[in-house]
């Protein structure tokens, strides 16, 4: 069927003519009627009487019978019966409906509306899904107790809803009470009651996808009405994402999501278990194994004390050993030093030499004075040639320069001379006068441009001062921008905290209810956290919350912990939880366990309380903690501020213990003598207020007036940066003329002074030339004559500085011999020195060694006789130890090796000895002889262990198999949103184009929007405009095409419209009609069902197509 051959458009067929419009109202009624003809079954109709309003029903038998046998896919969820009793204006009704095409006729009253109201409401919706009453009670019929709505819908296909239990047909049965209230049965096919809970009728509609709260399966007559031009482009692309199934697919990707986040942290948890159950499973392996080598620990202490005694013999035999070396190497060391002694040396010769050194020394001293004295003089002598040479070689740059100088100021004095003398001439007369008049011609036209030139400076200062104060305007705008954008931010993030949480905890920080679980779950606090303190505060007289939240402030979600164990491991917890925004505080103390007695500090009178007479604090060291950082029980509440000033303003009236007072709107008032008073900012409690909801709703009024006024800036932005865009046009173009007006005044001022550099000669001047000129030349030739003179200075300096250089040369070298030969002298005297210090050193070092030799001879003699009787002593010992041990073993059955020759040190044996006994000790108090227990308790903690390993391991399995769902979901949801707009926006333009018309569906994610616009081919100026722009009919066909759209990409088991064609002409309502029952007719197996008023005489009854007619209503 083409219907794209009109030539009308919805906008140009009203003025059309009457035989035209006829015309083409026929021409797609034929169209019509050779697409019902192309059907299987033959047309039938179904017009019988029917009972509408008080109950009074019938139907074609013939068509009824037809549709049992109509072939199609059975689709689950497909209404088949809707009853009504006691409902809206039906005493009682009941209809059969078609599977696949329905038609419901009736004039407005009739009823019709009712039985898509008594559908939705049967599925679960409530009074304001159906748009007919604010509460379903308003739903029972007047005078009536109750009203009752029944729905079959068929359980039959593949996609069923627990069958075993309904089998082919679920009856849902839903009664509202006339007093409010409703109750819901869920029946099987043959009317046994499975269920009577609104959650499993939530569960079964979910379940076979029938959504009665979408307009895209029921478009009630209000939405059809109003559906373009009314809702927003939010409401729009929400439609859109449940109509695609698209929202579906995002919440499976978020729960996925959430799973693996949720999987991650059991997989941390785990894994921290596991840790402790190893730790468990080490000590108990530790105390196993020590219980099973306990009696071979007690065999290898009797050896370890066995082998000790052997050391330290043997370690005695070694000292004894070293000893008797040490008193034979003294003894020898001793006879040496004796021997040494006694032969003494000389050292007269040494002290000779030195005084001959000594000698030579202080005459080559004398020597070399004299040379340096006469050395200094030559010195001095030469920088003062040079000084003179540097002197006379300036005096020469000087003259030349003058020179030079003077030069070209006597060939200027010169060319003026003879200049003067040509302006003398006749013929420069006429000329001269000429420029004067044009001199004066330049001035005056020279002023009138400086004029001109002020004037625009001052225009240009004018224009620059009125852009410093946009641009001033624009910096606080900026500033406020800014404010806004983070103001906005932060409410943003508070209220998904608040929504995303639905514990009050919430509302003093979106990471609160986490962190309070997370410290409930944690037991190696010694003490519980207290906190947030805001959530144990009660307020008990509501007015007051305002001002309680001002004193306490910002340490409503601070923490209170007893110990430093304890902060450390919450300030761990807070920096791992709350990444995001202002983290809580946390203050330390010692938990008390009474509440403090304020009697005697609080402060009150007979008319005015303290905090503490309204509140209720339920935890003591929330209660003890506020009163000491917020001094509670002094804080007033006076309402007015007129009652603060009178109360607090007089040394005389102040209560007694008042520090401060609060009003009801949280301005806040110190006493007298130091009265002050501070205005509060804030107004309203975000924290001690009842409920989370309420702090919701002011939050998302906080984010619109945030939006507004950002709006608002940004707009005053624009003009702004508009208004310095003209203003900075106009500074330039001031500029540019004044660069022009510059560049004229400059060239007028180069010819004005071209022609003063003109006027006439003076003749006194030129005689004043010619003597000035003289005195120059004459100066000039006495700089000559002294320029002359120089060269014969220079030669006689010259010379003198070679002759003082070479007796300076002859001086160094003297002073140079003579160091070297005293340096000679002072060498030898120092060796000689050396020499007999290291003899007297020598003699007496060895004297005093001799001295230690014979006392280190008596202490080895001492400590070998010592080390001799010790070692008799250990080797007994133990001899008679090791005879013990091999008795014993004898007794037993077995044989000890003998630790004789043992090469371990003494401390390492101790040490090894020590702790075994340690260990043998402790085995023995801790754990006795119990060893079956143990062994037990050590495969139970194994068994614990090895089971939690393999949760872990089957954890991270789960989690990367959820992970590769979770990137395949989301390359499916990214596929899925491409190929819906692309589907919904084709259908959309294809349905608009059998009127002649085009428009397009754009739907942005990112701001979460739909957006339609629709308009004539062949009109460019209305083509692309809103829908708002459009007539009712012509927003009723755009309706109808959107809605088209939207069902090529569903698959709802339902499709129900009431009204939709009711602001349509002839013409848009064929085409609709048309385009409804072709699309009804090739989406086999689904349900649809249209509500009209108007006549249906088009369209034939079939198999597929039921047509229900309802009386008119009652006068």
Known sequence: MSLENSQYTFHTLQSANQNAFRKEVDRITKEADHVESSDEETPQSTNAPSQAKRGRFSQSQDGSQRRNHCPSRAISGVVLEVHLDNFLCHDSYKVVLNKEINFIVGRNGSGKSAILTGLVVALGGSASTTGRGAALKDFVKHGCPTARVKCIISNAGALNYHRDLYGDKIQVVRTIQSQGGSSVKLLS?????????????????????????????????????????????????????????????????????????????????????????????????????????????????????????????????????????????????????????????????????????????????????????NLKELRTKMQTINQQQRKIAQERQAIENQIKSDKTTLDAYKAEIVSQERKLLPEHIDRRRKQREEIHELQGRMQQLEENQGAKQAEVKALQAKAVGINDTLDQLKRNQRRLDSDLRSLTTNLQGLESNESNLSLFGPCIPELVRQIELNNRFKKKPVGPLGSYVKVMDSKWTLAIESVIGGRMNTFVVDNLDDEKLLRNLIQRICTRGRQPGIIRTSFPTTVYDTSRRAARTSEYGNILDVVEISNVVAHNILIELCSLESTMLIPTDDECYRLLSNLTSVPRNCGRAYTLNADSYFPAPNYRTYSSNQRSAAFLQSSRDSVIRETKQKIQDAQGMLQEVNQKMASARNELETVDREVMQKRSAMQNLGRVIMETKRKLDELKDAEQPDTHSISELKEELAELERRQEEKLNKLNEFPSKIDALKKEGKETEKSGSVLKQKFKDFTEQMEAHIQKKTACTERLEEIKSAQSNKKRKLEQVKKKEEQCTTECKELEDKLNEKKLAAEKYEEHLRSEALEKGLEIESKSGTDRKIKVIDQELRNLSKRLASIEKTLGQDAESTEKEYHEKLGAYNTTKKRITDLKSNAAIMKHALDQRKSLYHTQKSLMCAVVSHQFTRVLRYRNCTGNVKVNFERRSLDISVGPIDEGERAGLGTSSLSGGERSYATMAFVIALWNVTELPFYYLDEFDVFMDMLNRQTVLTLLLRFAKQKRGYQFGFLTPLDTTAVSSSSKVSIFKLNDPRP
């Open 189 to 373: 096919e043959n009317g046994k009651l499975v269920s009577s809970k609104m959650d499993d009728l939530k569960s079964m509609t979910l379940h076979l996808g029938i959504q009665v709260d979408n307009p895209i399966s029921v478009l009630d007559q209000n939405t059809a009405r109003h559906f373009l031009n009314m809702s927003k482009p939010s409401n729009k692309f929400d439609l859109f994402m449940r109509a695609t199934n698209l929202e579906t697919l995002q919440k499976i990707y978020i729960d996925i999501a959430l799973s693996v986040d949720r999987t991650h942290q059991e997989i941390k948890k785990k894994e921290r278990e596991l840790v402790d159950n190893n730790a468990e499973v080490i000590e108990i392996k530790r105390k196993y194994d020590m219980l099973q080598g306990l009696e071979a620990d007690r065999a290898n202490e009797n050896i370890l004390k066995m082998e000790l005694l052997w050391a330290e013999a043997r370690d005695y035999g070694s000292a004894l050993a070293r000893a008797e070396k040490d008193l034979q190497k003294a003894v020898r060391e001793k006879e040496q030093l004796s021997n040494t002694l006694s032969s003494e040396e000389q050292s007269e010769t040494i002290l000779q030499e030195i005084e001959s050194a000594k000698a030579e020394v202080d005459k080559l001293k004398e020597l070399r004075k004299e040379v340096e004295d």
